[in-house]
């Protein structure tokens, strides 16, 4: 089975530029993350998708950041305009839905680097 | 608030020793608690979780303590490895059903010498 999957596995923009993430989740898996670590930082809680719906995005740092999840598939997190503080790397996550457990699978991480 | 950190940074260990890493939390009512590891240019990786009704759980050379009096989480590597050099991560569950997330702390690097 495949896990979680993310794309571009790393993006070199510009400020002001937009850059656009992809995630797909373990298929069946209706719960769907975002976090972000910052360099030499704790890994950031984002936001939280129950299928095509946000249940939780009260750590999306500002109206830059635009998360979608339509069809509750696949997801996307677009950066528009790009600042130099959002460099990092952004993973996503996914679960089931009231898993036992609280365990949650990531994927390999997108790499933003804006110069 | 929110919070769960990290008493140590970073840790150095030779190989064979055991390899100790503490995490201290905020959240009492917090009932599920996760280890994970993150090897450089990879995702976390689930190494081993512990509920609140339990004080300890072991696995393959890992054994988590969970302390609640104190609020404080421990990782325990016996004879730690090179291919343990990671960042471990531990991280706090809030919320139920399916609303929920985790909450991570800084991390703490883990070097292994041969």
């Not at chain 1, 993973?91 to 994927?107: D, I, K, M, P, V």
């Not at chain 2, 590891?37 to 988590?64: A, L, Y």
């Amino acid at each position: 089975e495949a896990g979680v999957t993310q794309f571009p596995s790393h993006s070199v923009i510009e400020k002001g530029q937009t850059v656009t993430l992809r995630c797909d989740p373990i298929s069946g898996h209706d719960n769907l993350y975002w976090y972000r670590r910052v360099m030499g930082k704790e890994i950031k809680f984002l936001l939280h998708f129950v299928k095509e719906s946000k249940q939780d995005e009260s750590g999306m740092p500002n109206n830059r950041f635009l998360a979608e999840r339509t069809g509750g598939t696949y997801s996307t997190l677009k950066v528009q305009p790009a600042e130099l503080e959002d460099s990092g790397v952004y993973f996503c996550a996914s679960s089931q839905a009231r898993a036992n457990t609280g365990e949650l699978f990531f994927g390999e991480g997108s790499r933003l680097t804006v110069l | 608030g929110e919070s769960v950190g990290l008493h140590l940074p970073t840790l150095s260990v030779q190989e064979g020793d055991n390899s100790i890493i503490n995490c201290a939390y905020s959240n009492s009512a917090s009932d599920y608690f996760i280890w994970y590891k993150q090897e450089s240019g990879k995702g976390p990786q689930f190494i081993i979780d512990i509920r609140s009704n339990m004080d300890k759980r072991q696995g393959q050379r890992v054994t988590v303590l969970l302390n609640k009096t104190v609020k404080h989480l421990s990782l325990q590597i016996a004879a730690t490895q090179p291919g343990d050099s990671a960042v471990y991560f531990c991280a706090e569950k809030f919320g139920g059903g399916s609303n929920y997330k985790l909450t991570f702390g800084k991390g703490t690097l883990l070097t292994v010498n041969p």
